[in-house]
């Protein structure tokens, strides 16, 4: 049997005839001799025996049987066993001529070569690889297959370099094969980074494999991040469109769009948005995963039944690959989903691209939810909310975050943005309980400092200077060394400056000044010193302070405020072409601040009679741009000043007839009382139709005549609607209704607030509903209104005293007093009624002496106001006798009392019976005469 299936195993000769059957003639041996013999060549054959055992086993099978069990081992995936019969053969027949001069070698090289690879027996593959493409390869496609064998041995048996250059050989071999993309992956993974980005780009540029290609697609994105080269990987992640892809491919992806994504978000959230897109839904990886592995699983069903040999070595991949794709489908089900953090980051990148309502729709869902991130979500969906300035909203959701996070460590913050909200809104009162309850937790300095920095700027809007300056201070002891600290000066300097106490507001500019760690605000506080000096009419200190600001700040955002103050400071001085050349110094974007320098440079030049170089800057400022509805009216009389009489009539009607319909143009009203003809009364209601009857209505009140200014002004309410009247039109009809105490006034108000809110008649609008629920006995409303008014004008502080009068609010009724009596535009009657309120007020706080003198200087100084005068000595007779000074309050009665004017009001009776009265209490030497 040895001598039949592997000669080379054979210990002895083969027998000759001529020993099977020895000669007669041959001599005797001796027995001994010959056993001797035997055993010494039973000896040697064991040995060699012994020795070719060590080298490989002994194969009994015949070559059919050996290539029959290796091709049996393929069908079954038993790569072990199909590799010892292929390497059997290669082993055992390699000096035979069947191995040397047949096609057997180019039959089973390849095929032990592979199973020796599977088997893991690399070096056997490497040394059958190796001698087929030597010597045996002729076919370019099996070249192909064994050279990218070969190289997937050298690698794993750590060959690195004979691999890599083992698939650099396949891929310039493997021409428009999908081997060259395969082998070129396998190169780029064996090189180092730029290299292997090279090859990949190759690949990428010029592929033969679609799917090859987006691997290749997805490695080299992963090098570019791994490089830093975030730029290349975006470019390649980006700038070209994904073909449909499926797993593993589409989970690669992912992960790796999610990386661009989180480098990009920051500077480039346009771009991290477009790699957030790319990210797939976990539900979708899993659906995908699950496609494959029916797929795999159809198509090895499909194949399994017609494997032929030479196919079989795929049955054992396909069901590697099954299970592996099972295991990867479960991990992929028990992982956390990734999806909520992915929406939360495509919701920044809205945010950073001022897109709020797709960031608030993603936000949402994620902050109701259960998620870990809905906190984190919560809080950006509340700064969202803020963004939007949707400040209803913003506390509304900010409120729920309180009540979900009570104990959380961000709720100072929480409130600080819930007040903001509301400042925002002009709740002021609100916000100041907010922040009180914000500054009840004891934040961190930072948050402390700003809840008392906005506590200051909610008391300034309120009017309440003492307590705005209390806040701002308190900001600046929580946190001193802090920005907020230094624009909290700042605002103690304006609320100085708005109670005219100028000298405690320069005190704070030139603080701020003195500070290096403010610098920030050295501009700032440098104008508005500049400005208090102003105001306190040290002109030349002012101009000082003026050129210091341009000489150290110029290009600041300052600079065309800081002209137009030169402008006035030198307007004031009598400077009139410096003060000119000042005003045309101003260049700004700030369509508002660029007319009124425009008006303030042609009034110098009208009055110094440069009419015509007055009417080519306004024609210029014409040419240039459309002059605004809110500057029509100004802008229009001063080029009719500018003008021949007829000339300037044709501007005058012009813009009545172009701007008269526009509700938003300001100033029409006094264009149409300079016409010479007035414009007929449109029988259709419109807006010009409206201005006409409010022109009818100033002339009226003019000449004296209030009965028909009243009736006009009800008409307004009567044949308009309420949409097609501009503010001057909205407040004439809703003063009139309110003076017959009706309840159709308020729309008329609130139309102004909600559609003119940056108009002048929105002060009248405030005062209108103050009145309006001062006549219902609603003071406290009526007060409320009155504390939103931004400039207080005589008609609102009179009202206010009434109020704070009625309320005994005594501390606000003595400011709004004293504001009367400073008032230029303070009628008698107004300044009256003011020292009557400090009189009450006095006396309510027994200061009786105080008292007498506020009411004694009513029938001093304004004997024309009756009931003010009668009341003030009814007063002063009242404190004289709780004094028991009777004499004295006799005096003041006789006084009275012989008054003619006097002798008619109600008033007159009371102090005639108390100047009896008080006669009884006299000594009968004091007896005064009888009247």
Excluded at 78 to 105: K, Q, V
Excluded at 421 to 439: F, G, P, T
Excluded at 451 to 464: E, M, P, V
Excluded at 631 to 636: C, L, R
Aim: glycine letters at 2%.
């Amino acid at each position: 049997m040895i001598a039949r299936t592997n000669s080379r195993c054979s210990s002895k000769p083969p027998r000759t005839s001529q020993l099977r059957y020895p000669s007669p003639r041959a001599p005797k041996k001796s027995i001994r001799r010959a056993r001797l013999q035997k055993a010494r060549r039973a000896i040697a054959c064991t040995c060699l025996c012994v020795s070719l055992s060590a080298s490989q086993e002994i194969e009994y099978r015949t070559l059919p049987e050996l290539i029959d069990a290796g091709s049996q081992a393929l069908v079954r995936g038993d790569f072990h066993h199909a590799a010892h019969a292929f390497n059997s053969i290669r082993h055992n027949y390699a000096a035979e001529p069947i191995w040397l001069e047949g096609e057997l070698p180019a039959k089973i090289l390849p095929l032990a070569g592979f199973a020796s690879h599977k088997a893991n027996l690399q070096s056997e593959a490497i040394v059958a690889l190796e001698s087929y493409l030597e010597n045996y390869a002729a076919e370019q496609d099996s070249q192909i297959f064994a050279r990218y064998t070969l190289a997937s041995s050298l690698l794993l048996n750590e060959q690195t370099a004979e691999a890599r250059q083992a698939f650099a050989e396949l891929r310039k071999l493997a021409g428009k094969s999908p081997f060259r993309d395969l082998a070129s992956l396998r190169e780029a993974q064996l090189s180092e980074p730029t290299r292997a980005i090279e090859i990949l780009q190759e690949v990428v540029a010029a592929p033969n494999s679609q799917r090859l290609a987006t691997y290749a697609r997805l490695r080299l994105i992963q090098l570019q991040l791994e490089s830093e080269n975030v730029e290349e990987a975006r470019i390649h992640l980006l700038n070209t469109t994904w073909p449909e892809t499926s797993m593993p491919e589409l989970a690669t992806l992912t992960f790796l769009a999610t990386q661009v994504a989180d480098q990009l978000i920051d500077e480039n959230p346009s771009e991290a948005l477009e790699a957030y897109r790319l990210v797939s839904p976990k539900a979708l990886l899993i659906d995908a995963q699950e496609r494959r592995i029916n797929q795999l699983q159809e198509r090895y069903r499909n194949l399994a039944p017609a494997l032929r040999t030479e196919q079989s070595m795929w049955s054992e991949q396909f069901r590697q690959s099954i299970q592996q794709l099972q295991f990867q489908l479960e991990t992929l089900r028990d992982s956390p989903d990734y999806g909520p953090g992915i929406d939360l980051r495509k919701a920044r990148c809205f945010a950073r691209l001022n897109r709020p309502l797709e960031a608030w729709i993603l936000l949402q869902p994620i902050a109701i939810s259960q998620n870990p991130l809905a906190r984190e979500a919560h809080l950006e969906w509340i700064s969202n909310a803020r963004s939007m300035r949707a400040w209803n909203q913003a506390a509304r959701i900010a409120q729920s975050f309180l009540s979900a996070y009570p104990e959380d460590k961000d709720i100072p913050q929480i409130l600080l943005w819930i007040a903001l909200s509301q400042i925002e809104q002009e709740n002021y009162s609100e916000a100041i309980q907010s922040l009180r309850a914000l500054v009840e937790r004891e934040p961190a300095p930072d948050i402390a400092a700003a809840a008392h920095y906005y506590q200051g700027y909610c008391y300034f809007r309120l009017k309440d200077s003492l307590l705005a300056i209390a806040a701002f201070q308190e900001c600046q002891g929580a946190a001193p060394d802090t920005p907020v600290a230094q624009q909290a000066l700042i605002w103690t300097g304006i609320c100085h400056f708005t109670t005219n106490q100028l000298e405690k507001a320069i005190a704070s500019f030139v603080a701020i000044q003195q500070n290096p760690q403010a610098r920030f605000l050295h501009p700032e506080a440098l104008f508005r010193e500049a400005t208090c000096y102003f105001a306190l009419g040290e002109l030349e200190r002012a101009y000082t302070l003026s050129e210091t600001w341009l000489e150290n700040y110029k290009l600041h955002p300052r600079e065309a405020d800081l002209y137009f103050l030169q402008g006035d400071i030198l307007s004031e001085q009598n400077k009139v072409d410096a003060a000119i050349a000042a005003y045309a110094a101003v260049e700004t974007d700030d369509a508002e601040l660029e007319f009124l320098a425009l008006e303030k440079r042609c009034e110098l030049l009208l009055y110094t009679n440069r009419n015509e170089q007055a009417r080519r800057l306004l024609t210029a400022y014409r040419s240039k741009q459309a002059v605004s509805p809110l500057h029509i009216g100004a802008y229009t009389q001063l080029l009719a000043q500018c003008l021949p009489i007829h000339v300037a009539q044709e501007e005058l009607a012009k813009a009545v007839n172009n701007y008269g319909n526009n509700p938003q143009a300001k100033g029409i009203v006094e264009l149409i009382h300079q016409l010479e003809s007035p414009p007929e009364l449109p029988e259709a209601p419109s807006p010009l139709a409206s201005r006409i009857l409010v022109a009818a209505i100033h002339a009226h009140r003019a000449a004296g005549e209030q009965t028909p200014a009243k009736l006009k002004a009800l008409q307004l309410a009567s044949r308009f609607k309420i949409e097609d009247l501009p503010p001057e039109a909205l407040a004439e009809a809703g003063f009139a209704l309110n003076e017959i105490e009706s309840l159709e006034a308020p729309p008329y108000f609130f139309r102004i607030l909600q559609t003119y809110p940056e108009s002048y008649y929105t002060s009248k609008a405030l005062l209108g509903l103050a009145q309006h629920h001062r006549n219902r006995s609603s003071f406290q409303e009526a007060l409320a209104y009155l504390l939103q008014v931004p400039e207080d004008d005589i008609d609102t502080l009179s009202l206010k005293l009434d109020l704070e009068t009625m309320l005994e609010q005594h501390l606000s009724a003595e400011k709004t007093a004293s504001a009367i009596l400073i008032d230029p535009q303070a009628k008698p009657s107004h300044k009256a009624k003011a020292l009557q309120a400090l009189g009450h007020v006095a006396q309510q706080n027994g200061r009786n002496q105080e008292a007498y003198a506020y009411y004694q200087r009513i029938f001093t100084l304004y004997r024309g106001e009756t009931d003010q005068v009668a009341e003030a000595y009814l007063k002063c007779i009242q404190i004289l006798e709780s004094d028991k000074r009777f004499e004295d309050a006799q005096q003041v009665a006789s006084e009275f009392l012989a008054q003619n004017d006097m002798q008619k009001h109600p008033s007159y009776q009371d102090v005639q019976d108390r100047f009896e009265r008080t006669a009884v209490e006299l000594p009968a030497t004091a007896k005064p005469a009888a009247l």
